[in-house]
């Protein structure tokens, strides 16, 4: 059974960092492009960054040289490092393939900056 769970989210203030992880199980994991989104209240969940099999990533504009997506291919996880967070980071953050499946978001990790 295919499984997604992310973890690592809390509260922090403006400016801090954050390292969330996404366990990946029942699929070869190296084979798949995973992504890291996010839903903010009120708003439609978004493509925070993305990252290839072959280690290429793309980000969002809203977070281009703030966050970087990484993969452990030998641990099946994908990380999100966020730092030099904002106020308007706040939103619950969810992994899934790239481009994302129906059916397979997860609980989420929230993630919350006070400033």
């Known amino acids: 059974q295919v499984q997604l769970v992310e973890s690592g989210g809390g509260l922090v203030q403006a400016g801090g960092s954050l390292r969330l992880s996404c366990a990946v199980s029942?699929?070869?994991?190296?084979?798949?492009?995973m992504g890291w989104y996010r839903q903010a209240p009120g708003k439609q969940r978004e493509l925070v960054a993305s990252?290839?099999?072959?280690?290429?990533?793309n980000y969002g504009d809203s977070v281009k040289g703030r966050f970087t997506i990484s993969r452990d291919n030998s641990k099946n996880t994908v990380y999100l490092q966020m730092n030099s967070l904002k106020p308007e980071d706040t939103a619950v953050y969810y992994c899934?393939?790239?481009?994302?499946?129906?059916?397979?978001w997860g609980q989420g990790t929230q993630v919350t900056v006070s400033s």
């Open positions: 899934n393939w790239f481009p994302p499946l129906t059916g397979y």
């Open positions: 029942g699929i070869i994991f190296r084979f798949n492009a």
């Open positions: 990252i290839i099999t072959g280690g290429s990533t």
